[in-house]
């Protein structure tokens, strides 16, 4: 968990601020999951901070969830070009991928069980950044 929230600080995921009495707040939970090696052999804990985001409303919250996508086909061709052409593919993995989504819409969000901050216990993350399971991460 600490791990999580410090990607989501250097990210600068959000910032504390009063909580405004017109302007919803979600809820926010911790996520758990064990990650294993290929040969079954426990790799390590992970945990996750995910918005409660079935809160959100449509027109207030978030307005737009497109997500775009690479189709197979796209990927296929791509693979075979390259192969014709002797380029090198190289594949990554972008750590906190969803946390990386700049957001446009003012989301208010509870700060994290576990992780009050003790000089501000009520105030709440305004949302810089996506956070998983908002409506609009995907973008």
């Known amino acids: 968990m600490r791990e999580e929230i410090r990607a989501l600080h250097q990210q600068q995921t959000w910032s504390l601020v009063p909580s ?12 758990y999951k064990l990650k294993f090696k ?3 052999q426990l790799e390590h804990h992970k945990a996750r901070l995910i918005a409660k985001g079935f809160d959100q409303k449509y027109g207030i919250d978030y307005k737009e969830t497109f997500s775009p996508v690479a189709k197979l086909p796209t990927i296929r061709i791509l693979l075979a070009v390259s192969l ?29 069980p576990g992780f009050i901050d003790t000089r501000y216990p009520n105030h709440v993350c305004r949302l810089h950044k996506a ?3 908002l409506k609009q991460s995907p973008q």
Not at 20 to 31: A, I, Q
Not at 84 to 101: C, E, I, M
């Open 20 to 31: 405004l009495p017109k302007h919803p707040v979600l809820g926010c939970r911790w996520t």
């Open 38 to 40: 290929a040969n079954g």
């Open 84 to 112: 014709q052409r002797n380029w090198s593919v190289t594949q990554l993995d972008v750590s906190n991928a969803f946390l990386h989504g700049d957001l446009d819409e003012a989301v208010y969000m509870k700060q994290p």
């Open 131 to 133: 956070i998983y399971s």
